[in-house]
Antibody, heavy 117, light 107 residues
Framework: EVQLVESGGDLVQSGGSLTLSCAAS????????MNWVRQAPGKGLEWISY????????HYAASVKGRFTISRDNAKNSLYLQMNSLRAEDTAVYYC??????????WGQGILVTVSS | DIQMTQSPSSLSASVGDRVTITCRAS??????LSWYQHKPGKAPKLLIY???TLQGGVPSRFSGSGSGTYFTLSISSLQPEDFATYYC?????????FGGGTQVEIK
């Protein structure tokens, strides 16, 4: 069974940093591209970052570019999101999601990040 | 960036109704369009990819159509478990933008 489990969410002050992790199981993590998507309170889904299986291609949304860094450890079946210079508007539930057929076929349950101003 | 515009933003319908949601892209995305169902506190669920291909395990009452800039998601006979928010998303070019969502509520 494919599982994605996010961790690392917390309450952090504006300007602070946080690293999210996504532990993958039930599939060959090392051959799939992965993504981070978030949903702010009362808002819709926002894609924020993408990384290919070999780490050669990375994309970011403009809202996080220069502040967030996506990475992965294929030996540990894990995806990461390093978040720096956090702002109140980064408050959201963060999801990791697997890419296949140019779509996101499996998602984690999400982890809450709260940035206090 | 490619903008994705969904309509309506919300709708009220009864069990058994046929429901159609539209999604327009600001430029052609050929068929690189997916639809997701999202319920509060749950992970989003992929329904349709490549504009019209039903994801495995998704009931056949869901269907997708369109190409280029205009797409639709239809639910042929709304069931109680279908009340949720639905999102389209383009994967033609980054940023991989979502539509604003359509909340389907019980009439």
């Amino acid at each position: 069974e494919v599982q994605l489990v996010e961790s690392g969410g917390d309450l952090v002050q504006s300007g602070g940093s946080l690293t999210l992790s996504c532990a993958a199981s039930g599939f060959s993590f090392n051959i799939y591209s992965m993504n981070w998507v978030r949903q702010a309170p009362g808002k819709g889904l926002e894609w924020i970052s993408y990384m290919t299986s070999d780490t050669r291609t990375i994309h970011y949304a403009a809202s996080v570019k220069g502040r967030f860094t996506i990475s992965r450890d294929n030996a540990k079946n894990s995806l990461y999101l390093q978040m720096n210079s956090l702002r109140a508007e980064d408050t959201a539930v963060y999801y990791c999601a697997r890419s296949v057929h140019y779509a996101f076929d499996y998602w984690g349950q999400g982890i809450l990040v709260t940035v206090s101003s | 960036d490619i903008q994705m515009t969904q309509s309506p933003s919300s709708l009220s319908a009864s069990v058994g109704d046929r429901v159609t949601i539209t999604c327009r892209a600001s430029q052609s995305i050929i068929s690189k369009l997916s639809w997701y169902q999202h319920k509060p506190g749950k992970a989003p669920k992929l329904l349709i990819y490549a504009a019209s291909t039903l994801q495995g395990g998704v009931p056949s009452r869901f269907s997708g159509s369109g190409s280029g800039t205009y797409f639709t998601l239809s639910i042929s006979s709304l069931q109680p478990e279908d009340f949720a928010t639905y999102y389209c998303q383009q994967s033609y070019s980054p940023p991989l933008t979502f539509g604003g969502g359509t909340q389907v509520e019980i009439k």
